[in-house]
Each structure stands twice: as C-alpha cells, then as structure tokens.
C-alpha cells in the first residue's frame, strides 16, 4: 500500500543521506507540476542549512503566511532549480542501488 511504501523509504533515504528530515511532496494535476498522469510523488532528503531560515519563522503568531517571506521562499526555490546540478544516468544508478538495498534492507 502507498503510506506503507512512502513510511518506508522515508525510512531508507534517512538512513542512505544520514538525515532525519525528508520532505515528501505529491504532485497531482497540471497545475502542480504533474506532467505524466500517475502518482508522482517527490522524496527530498534535507539536510542542515539547506533550506533557507525563513523556514522557521515563515508564519504570524496568527499562522498566516508572511508575504515578503513567501515571496522569497519561492524565490529560493526557483534560483535552485535552475542553479542545481542534474546527475548523469549512472549517478542516479548508484543512487538508485544505495536505495534500493536499504529498502530492501527493512
């Protein structure tokens, strides 16, 4: 089953990339990104620093979203698509099988 899958690669990418923060994103219809029609689900291991520290501070004591620090959230984001690098086929394969074993490993 999906949860039961997605609860155990959260579990092998922790272990794989030594974190214990993963960011799990579904993508579902044209508006979200989706570009092919199945469950398209994102798992983004994160680590340190990474993100930028309008995280921690992103909502009002009401918890609305403050727009300056939306905006620059989003504009971090976008800076990092395009600022980061794509691996070569036989990176993700290696990746892939570090994964896959501990996975497989659970």
């Given at each position: 089953?999906?949860?039961?899958?997605?609860?155990?690669?959260?579990?092998?990418?922790?272990?794989?990339?030594?974190?214990?923060?993963?960011?799990?994103?579904?993508?579902?219809?044209?508006?979200?990104?989706?570009?092919?029609?199945?469950?398209?689900?994102?798992?983004?291991?994160?680590?340190?620093?990474?993100?930028?520290?309008?995280?921690q501070?992103?909502?009002?004591e009401?918890?609305?979203?403050?727009?300056?620090?939306?905006?620059?959230?989003?504009?971090?984001?976008?800076?990092?698509?395009?600022?980061?690098?794509?691996l070569?086929?036989?990176?993700?394969?290696?990746?892939?099988?570090?994964i896959?074993?501990?996975?497989?490993e659970?």
């Open positions: 089953d999906y949860l039961q899958f997605t609860q155990n690669i959260i579990r092998a990418l922790k272990q794989v990339y030594n974190t214990d923060s993963i960011n799990v994103i579904v993508q579902q219809g044209e508006y979200s990104g989706q570009s092919v029609q199945h469950l398209h689900t994102h798992f983004l291991p994160r680590s340190a620093n990474d993100l930028p520290m309008i995280v501070a992103v909502k009002t009401k918890g609305e979203v403050m727009e300056n620090q939306e905006q620059e959230w989003m504009d971090y984001f976008r800076q990092q698509e395009h600022t980061t690098r794509l070569t086929a036989e990176e993700r394969q290696v990746e892939a099988e570090k896959r074993r501990a996975y497989n659970l």
